[in-house]
């Protein structure tokens, strides 16, 4: 059991790239071919991962981790799905050391950084809007998110100039729940 | 303080305030280990940013290996990566006893209501700081333009288009217009 977990998830580390959303399909296929979890289940998990804090495959890979083989279980699964990136990364670093300033690796690097950083704009645009349009309505617009939205930008773009230091991520993060809530509950 | 310490307590609260994967956290990791503590440099970090895309594998873990490695070889990579798996880790195990109705309580699921629109703010924040600091050349603002575009327009159109395939056309195009250009001869900086 703990070995079928172990190498399942290996093969997720290893082959999920850009992230999350790259790996839950290879984690659906892990997990529904084993029975680990039925289709439902997993659904929901995922949605549960989202809203917990920490990388979504980790959350979702020590639920199964620990449905299945308890703590242990959980552990086992976890460290499968952090292996290959970690030794990944200390490989290239390795390496990386005298092949990022190899010309050709800098020339990839200068159309690799802006192109990251389109992506990630774009993810971005893309998240606030998806949040501020209902779903239904197409056009219409959420006026609780719209709000939300605006207040939070609002602090963002403020506390800079105003308390000389710009909000952190973690601040943000606190307030945008008590907002929510207060929002969403009234 | 220690510096293990330092690590393994500095990505834990990364882990612990990180929503929705692994593009929030580059914001997280930028304000902290860029900004407060100096680990790396922006540049570094965008370079972290660039491989952990590249290579699979949850992209907070990729970037705490890195950070940690940095300031403090093996061990460190050891402190900063279980440091940002733990509280993912630990929420889960504890939630797990109860975990079928933690979402239908009012309260919970109102407060991530308003979390989500925060983490969709951070990336946005996220990616201007990355456009903001690009070198102001025509080259890198059409790349930019291109991806951010085309992510956009995948999106909408709901195309299978995969961070990575835009990535390797990003590097390819790059590696063309400095071989036409000359400037694989000599060393430039990015």
Known sequence: MYLELFLGFLRVGCFAFGGAYGAIPLIRDVVLSHGWLTEERLTYMIAVSESTPGPIMVNLVTYVGSSQAGLLGAVTATAAVVLPSFIIILLVMVLLKNLLDAPYVQAALRGLKPCVAGIILATGVRMVLDHCVSPDGGTLLEPRAVLLTAVLAGLMAVSGPVLKKKASPITLIVVSALLGAAVYGA | ?190
């Open chain 2, 1 to 190: 303080m220690n510096i293990l310490a330092d690590l393994f307590l500095t990505f834990s609260k990364i882990g612990l305030f990180t929503f929705g994967g692994g593009y929030a956290m580059i914001s997280m990791i930028e304000n902290i280990c860029v900004e407060q503590k100096r680990w790396i440099t922006h540049d570094e970090m965008m370079t972290v940013t660039v491989i952990a895309e590249s290579t699979p594998g949850p992209i907070a873990i990729n970037c705490a290996t890195f950070v940690g490695r940095r300031q403090a070889g093996f061990p460190g990579a050891v402190a900063a990566t279980v440091g940002i798996v733990v509280p993912a880790f630990a929420v889960i195990c504890i939630l797990s006893a109860f975990l079928d109705h933690v979402l239908e309580i009012s309260l919970i699921a109102n407060g991530f209501q308003g979390i989500k629109i925060a983490v969709g703010l951070l990336i946005l924040d996220a990616g201007l700081t990355m456009v903001k600091k690009m070198k102001a050349k025509a080259f890198p603002r059409v790349i930019a333009a291109a991806s951010f575009t085309a992510t956009l327009l995948a999106a909408v159109f709901h195309w299978k288009l995969a961070s990575v395939d835009l990535m390797l056309l990003a590097a390819a195009v790059s590696l063309a217009v400095s071989a036409a250009g000359g400037t694989l001869k000599r060393k430039g900086g990015a």
